[in-house]
């Protein structure tokens, strides 16, 4: 069974500090992984993908990934009370084009 | 203005109707998916395409079916036989090659 884990939270943290988003997966032989933003009642946007050991920034977030661990995370900085949503972690485990998506992480941003 | 678009946006059904969900994309992408989304689940694949006139079964298919007429269309048919049909349901599109998704903006089915 491919599976791909998320702590569904909600994780707290106050404005201006970092939030950490953490996701394993089960499947060694995924190639890309990906994280999406998804507010209530709405569709998933793509933040960031990542395809190589090590980290990727892109403004105020950094996915990090792990494939000997088998974990993807990321890393908000700064946060604020606009980054308050669901997080989707999601990981193609080289079939197809299929994509296994996570439950997601609840992140609430407290001003 | 490139984009994927889904309609309606709200949908009611009574028991025993078959509906259809719209989903049109303007990317140029060659494949395209249908997932649902329950409270507190993941996204569940029910059907995707890569070419037209083609497409393949997901991890839910039963009680659903698509088509693929045209590369900028992949409708979808909630039918009778889906029992538990209230939810959100999400089209996406990627360029073959290259995994990455994007999403349009849903349709949410509530049957009565």
């Known amino acids: 069974q491919k599976e791909v884990e998320q702590n569904s939270g909600p994780l707290s943290v106050p404005e201006g500090a970092i939030a950490s988003l953490n996701c394993t997966y089960s499947?060694?032989?995924?190639?890309?992984f990906f994280w999406y933003r998804q507010y209530s009642g709405k569709s998933p946007e793509l933040i960031m993908s990542?395809?190589?050991?090590g980290d990727k920034e892109d403004g105020r977030f950094t996915a990090q990934l792990n494939k000997a661990s088998q974990y993807v995370s990321l890393l908000i900085r700064d946060s604020q009370p606009s980054d308050s949503a669901t997080y989707l972690c999601?990981?193609?485990?080289?079939?197809?084009?299929?994509?296994?998506f996570g439950t997601g992480t609840k992140l609430q941003v407290i001003p | 203005d490139g984009g994927i678009t889904q309609s309606p946006k709200y949908l009611f059904r009574k028991e025993g109707q078959n509906v259809t969900l719209s989903c049109e994309q303007n990317?140029?992408?060659?494949?395209m998916y249908w997932y649902r989304q329950d409270p507190g689940q993941g996204l569940r694949l029910i059907y995707y395409?890569?070419?037209?006139?083609?497409?393949q079964k997901g991890d839910i298919a039963e009680g659903y079916s698509v088509s693929r007429e045209k590369k900028e269309s992949f409708p979808l048919t909630v039918t009778s036989a889906q029992k538990n049909p209230t939810a959100f349901y999400l089209c996406?599109?990627?360029?073959?090659?290259?995994?990455?998704?994007?999403f349009g903006p849903g349709t949410r089915l509530t049957v009565l």
């Open positions: 996406a599109s990627s360029i073959i090659g290259d995994d990455t998704q994007y």
């Open positions: 499947d060694r032989v995924s190639q890309s």
């Open positions: 990542i395809y190589s050991n």
């Open positions: 999601a990981v193609n485990n080289g079939g197809y084009q299929k994509v296994t």
């Open positions: 990317l140029n992408h060659d494949a």
């Open positions: 395409s890569q070419i037209v006139n083609d497409f």
